[in-house]
Antibody, heavy 121, light 108 residues
Framework: QVQLQESGPRLVKTSETLSLTCTVS????????WTWIRQSPGKGLEWIAY???????NYNPSLRSRVTISIDTSNNQFSLSLSSVTAADTAVYYC???????????????WGQGALVTVSS | EIVLTQSPGTLSLSPGERATLSCRAS??????LTWYQQKPGQAPRLLIY???KRATGIPARFSGSGSGTDFTLTISSLEPEDFAIYYC??????????FGQGTKVEVK
C-alpha cells in the first residue's frame, strides 16, 4: 500500500513561494502519476499538476505560470513550488497517486493526509 | 474547462434510506468519471471509478451509473459511516481535470 506524506512550511508570506514535498513509501514511483491537489473553502477541490517518473508533466492552465512540479526518484519524493502566492492560495494541499490502468481508467487511489498552508502578510 | 455540477448540495436522510447523488458535466467526459468520499479532517477516499467500477474494499451498497454528461452515485441503504461529502471528478482528454463542488449527505 502506497503511503504519502506532505512536508514543508505551513505559513508563507504574500508574494513569496510556497514549497511542499511529498514523500512516498510502500510502492514504486514508476507506477503512478504523482499529483498535487488543493482544497479551499472558496474553490473546493482543485487539481494542480502531475508528474510522471519519466519526467512528463501536466499543469492546470490557471496555475501553470506559477507552478513547478519536480520528482526525485532516488529519494522517493516529488515536490510542488507555487510562486507569487496570495491569500487565495491558502488551502489544504494534498499529494496523491493517480493510477492509469491498462483498460484506460484513471483514479487517485492514495492520498496524503493534507497540509494546511496559510498565506499571510 | 469542464464544469461538474453536483446536486443536491445537501441530502438529509436517515440510516437505512437510499441516497441518490447527481453529477452533471458541462460537456461529455466519456467514462472518465470518478466518485470520492470525504469525511471531516480526512483526505478524499476513492469509491467508484470509470463511472461504475467499485474500488477495492468498497461495499456493494455503493454503485455508480451514467454516461456522457449525466452521472449518479447511489447508496442503496445508508450506514452510519456513509454520512460524508461526496465529490465527482472528471479526467477527460484535456486538463484541467475538475471536481464537482460536492454533495453533503447528512443525518436527518
Amino acid at each position: 500500500q502506497v503511503q504519502l506524506q506532505e512536508s514543508g512550511p505551513r505559513l508563507v508570506k504574500t508574494s513569496e513561494t510556497l514549497s511542499l514535498t511529498c514523500t512516498v513509501s510502500g510502492g514504486s514511483m514508476k507506477t503512478y502519476y504523482w499529483t498535487w491537489i488543493r482544497q479551499s473553502p472558496g474553490k473546493g477541490l482543485e487539481w494542480i499538476a502531475y508528474i510522471h517518473y519519466s519526467g512528463s508533466t501536466n499543469y492546470n492552465p490557471s496555475l501553470r505560470s506559477r507552478v513547478t512540479i519536480s520528482i526525485d526518484t532516488s529519494n522517493n519524493q516529488f515536490s510542488l513550488s507555487l510562486s507569487s502566492v496570495t491569500a487565495a492560495d491558502t488551502a489544504v494541499y494534498y499529494c496523491a497517486s493517480e493510477l492509469a490502468t491498462v483498460s484506460g481508467s484513471y483514479y487517485f487511489d492514495n492520498w496524503g493526509q493534507g497540509a494546511l498552508v496559510t498565506v499571510s502578510s | 474547462e469542464i464544469v461538474l455540477t453536483q446536486s443536491p448540495g445537501t441530502l438529509s436522510l436517515s440510516p437505512g434510506e437510499r441516497a441518490t447523488l447527481s453529477c452533471r458535466a458541462s460537456q461529455s467526459v466519456g467514462n472518465y468519471l470518478t466518485w470520492y468520499q470525504q469525511k471531516p479532517g480526512q483526505a478524499p477516499r476513492l469509491l467508484i471509478y470509470s463511472v461504475s467500477k467499485r474500488a477495492t474494499g468498497i461495499p456493494a451498497r455503493f454503485s455508480g451509473s451514467g454516461s456522457g454528461t449525466d452521472f449518479t452515485l447511489t447508496i442503496s441503504s445508508l450506514e452510519p459511516e456513509d454520512f460524508a461529502i461526496y465529490y465527482c471528478h472528471q479526467r477527460s482528454k484535456w486538463p484541467p481535470w475538475t471536481f464537482g463542488q460536492g454533495t453533503k449527505v447528512e443525518v436527518k
